[in-house]
């Protein structure tokens, strides 16, 4: 089955500098507003995950979790974290080094969304 959420070699980078800094560490993406809807980074409690939230698995050994209804509406999209220079959202990790946490993203194949979509059923 297809990876819902990957990193580029360049957030790979960023997450273990971060995590030799701080370590244990979890993703959120937003859905917008204040956050940028960026992919913030947080450390353990500084969110809350419930119900709401959907797990799409790890990247660099971290969580990664959406909002519910924002997975609904990105759900045939593979999410690609990537990092880029400047300041990113206000509250993820990574703001104090000049850098952030940029989401892109790739439309799923029609036998990937297959396999998503079966394994999800389940």
């Not at 370590?23 to 937003?30: K, N, V």
């Not at 790890?58 to 969580?63: F, H, L, Q």
């Not at 206000?90 to 079966?118: C, P, V």
Request: negative net charge; charged residues 20%.
């Amino acid at each position: 089955m297809p990876d819902k959420v990957i990193a580029t070699a360049a957030a790979l980078e960023l997450i273990a500098e971060l995590k030799r800094q701080h370590g244990a560490m979890m993703f959120h993406q937003s859905g917008g507003c204040c956050d940028n809807s960026a992919a913030n980074c947080y450390l353990p409690g500084e969110i809350t995950i419930g119900a709401g939230d959907v797990y799409l698995g790890e990247i660099g050994g971290c969580p990664f979790y959406i909002g519910k209804s924002q997975y609904e509406y990105w759900k045939h999209t593979q999410l690609i974290i990537d990092v880029i220079e400047g300041q990113g959202g206000t509250f993820s990790l990574e703001g104090a080094t000049g850098k952030a946490f940029h989401t892109r993203s790739r439309i799923f194949s029609d036998a990937e969304m297959a396999q998503i979509t079966k394994a999800e059923t389940k």
